[in-house]
């Protein structure tokens, strides 16, 4: 309802202070800032931000200069209707200097760990907030339920403020796990080479839970980012946290505070009361809205099982699945794999009759010769009827797609006159369909054939053989004469001739249709020793495609481009690695966006 108001309402007058104890780019700024934006961005008003710097500069005189710098700034400024403060340094200021600078505005809080302090200043009807309470014993429990045997605690803290705070809360619990022993780190006695060494002495019956800890005892300041990267080079047991930033940062997990929430629920007291709520009516929120954070990487590192996470953590930097990441693709598969569901059955019931053969002959050892060659026999005749059905398939599918062809051809010259242009631009695209998917179940076919043929090596003239892939290359595409090709004279190799023809012709056709667009298209065939044996290649400089997605390159119905660009079913760079894997040799690629491709292949001596 207080939304709904606020919605209607014009808040292009209405002024808000954001005032921070820290830095831009300290860990808990952005999640603080998108909870407040999240609520307060829909409307038209001021929001200004200011920035204490207060974790790396925290003497009196850094705080009296950025009171005279803000005093100065709100002499020339209307004034604000609600001042927000985030942390305590912020809190505390925001208090002292409430009258004087910001002539009573309404104040609300959020962040602030010294729980006390908060509720004594609430009693003043014109201060409200949300505190932040860490959940010390729950992040204990969950510890001391993952790191069975658990013993000692190592709390590093540093002598700030927010350090103090998060100290005293640890003691507050203490007494609650009597079998846990706490010891301090305390980087307000120690620097940080101190600390290093004190971490690289841990024992594995213990675990470090990091407090606010970010300046040693020589007021050397660290980002967030550098700690956790001190703590992993240094650390071998894990990190528990308190806080979101920290499990982002790299620790295990834990309890953790949430400073986007925080944001938000500070931000929706400014909107209720910028639409009217009174300021009194608002209660101090003492209870974060924490909750159970896990670090993938870090789980695996210590290999802990997510079954023995809390049903409701949130595990960050958790890989996606396959199906996550190619569920276009997956999709596509499912209605080409459909087609091929009567060969899958069909093969079911040849492998149980396979394994009831198998029995059969454990059973009768005596006969073992006679069985023998009866399941050559079996599995020769089985053989045969796999081809048989796989030629009946694709025969079958041919006839309707060529009669869909036909017939839509058939209406595209003789009634062509009787439909309008939307009429025969689906017969055409009826046409593209049927002869694509007619191509598509030759490829296939080729690729189930390269499987199966026997191979029958010998010396066999490489550069001959392109030349001869490129000729009906040139017959096909007279258009293309220009093309400028390269083929290395004399280039041979031990291999089969059949299969080495399927695989050039797939890579040089596939330089020569990514080729199509350049005005000076080239392509080359030419080899280099490699580490191991001679390195054969083709390139082109044709539209070439992002190394990210080398991976699908030679994967069945992978395309890294859509048919409205180039033509193709997906299965040709298949098909040549199958050959080359065949031979017992290794493909790869390299390219870059807009500047070609080379594709390598080795084969075994």
Same mark, same amino acid.
């Given at each position: ?145 993952? =790191? ?6 190592? !709390?590093?803290?540093? @002598?700030?403020?927010?350090? +103090?705070?998060?100290? *005293?809360? &640890? ?119 924490? =909750? ?6 870090? !789980?695996?590192?210590? @290999?802990?099982?997510?079954? +023995?996470?809390?049903? *409701?953590? &949130? ?136 499987? +199966? ?153």
């Amino acid at each position: 309802m207080w939304s709904s108001a606020a919605w209607s309402a014009d808040w292009s007058h209405k002024r808000v202070l954001l005032l921070y104890s820290y830095h831009l780019t300290f860990p808990t700024t952005d999640p603080v800032m998108r909870g407040v934006r999240s609520v307060l961005d829909k409307y038209k008003l001021t929001i200004d931000f200011e920035f204490m710097d207060a974790k790396r500069h925290s003497d009196a005189q850094h705080l009296e200069n950025f009171s005279s710098l803000l005093r100065h700034k709100l002499a020339t400024r209307a004034p604000y209707d609600v001042v927000l403060a985030a942390d305590d340094i912020a809190f505390e200021f925001a208090t002292a200097h409430r009258a004087t600078l910001f002539r009573n505005a309404p104040l609300i809080f959020l962040g602030v760990n010294n729980k006390a302090k908060a509720l004594q200043a609430a009693n003043d009807p014109g201060v409200t907030g949300v505190v932040e309470a860490i959940t010390v014993d729950e992040t204990l429990r969950l510890a001391r339920r993952l =790191r069975p045997g658990l013993k000692r605690v190592y !709390l590093v803290v540093d @002598d700030t403020e927010s350090g +103090r705070s998060d100290l *005293d809360s &640890v003691r507050q619990v203490a007494d609650d796990f009597p079998d846990l022993a706490f010891l301090e780190l305390h980087l307000g006695a120690l620097t940080w080479e101190e600390l290093v060494y004190r971490l690289r002495g841990l024992q594995q019956d213990s675990i470090v839970m990091r407090l606010s800890s970010f300046r040693d005892r020589m007021g050397i300041v660290l980002s967030l980012e550098d700690v956790f990267e001190l703590f992993e080079r240094n650390t071998s047991v894990p990190v528990f946290a308190l806080r979101e930033h920290d499990v982002i940062a790299g620790a295990l997990g834990g309890h953790v505070v949430s400073f986007e929430e925080q944001g938000r629920q500070a931000a929706l007291m400014v909107e209720r009361m910028l639409a009217g709520a009174p300021v009194e009516s608002f209660k101090v929120l003492s209870e974060s809205p924490n =909750r159970y954070m896990f670090n993938f990487p870090a !789980l695996k590192r210590f @290999d802990i099982s997510e079954r +023995r996470l809390p049903a *409701d953590a &949130v595990i960050l930097f958790k890989p996606a699945s396959i199906v996550d990441q190619y569920a276009r693709e997956v999709w596509l598969a499912v209605g080409f794999v459909s087609m091929l569901l009567l060969l899958i059955i069909y093969l079911v019931f040849q492998i149980k009759a396979r394994h009831r053969a198998e029995a059969e002959v454990c059973r009768h050892r005596d006969n073992l010769e006679t069985m023998v060659a009866e399941r050559t026999a079996s599995l020769t005749a089985a053989k045969q009827e796999i081809e048989s059905f796989s030629y009946s398939v694709s025969h079958d599918l041919r006839a309707p797609l060529r009669g869909i062809d036909g017939f839509s051809q058939l209406l595209l010259s003789e009634y062509s006159d009787k439909l309008d242009d939307i009429g025969r631009d689906y017969l055409r695209r009826i046409r593209r369909g049927a002869q694509h998917m007619a191509q598509l179940i030759d490829d296939i076919l080729m690729l189930s054939r390269i499987t +199966r043929l026997e191979m029958c090596r010998q010396s066999v003239d490489l550069s001959g053989l392109c030349s001869k892939i490129v000729e009906e290359l040139r017959h096909h595409s007279p258009e293309r004469g220009d093309v400028e090709v390269i083929i290395a004279p004399g280039l041979t190799a031990n291999c089969d001739p059949r299969l080495m023809e399927v695989a050039l012709s797939n890579l040089l056709g596939n330089a020569w249709k990514y080729t199509g667009k350049r005005q000076a298209a080239r392509i080359e065939f030419g080899s280099m020793a490699g580490d191991k044996g001679r390195v054969y290649f083709v390139r082109d400089n044709g539209v070439g495609f992002d190394m990210k997605y080398v991976d699908k390159l030679f994967q069945p119905f992978q395309r890294l481009h859509t048919l409205a660009e180039f033509p193709g079913t997906g299965i040709g760079l298949a098909t040549a690695a199958r050959v080359i894997t065949r031979h017992g040799g290794r493909i790869w690629a390299e390219s870059d966006p807009d500047k070609g491709s080379t594709f390598f292949f080795t084969l075994a001596s």
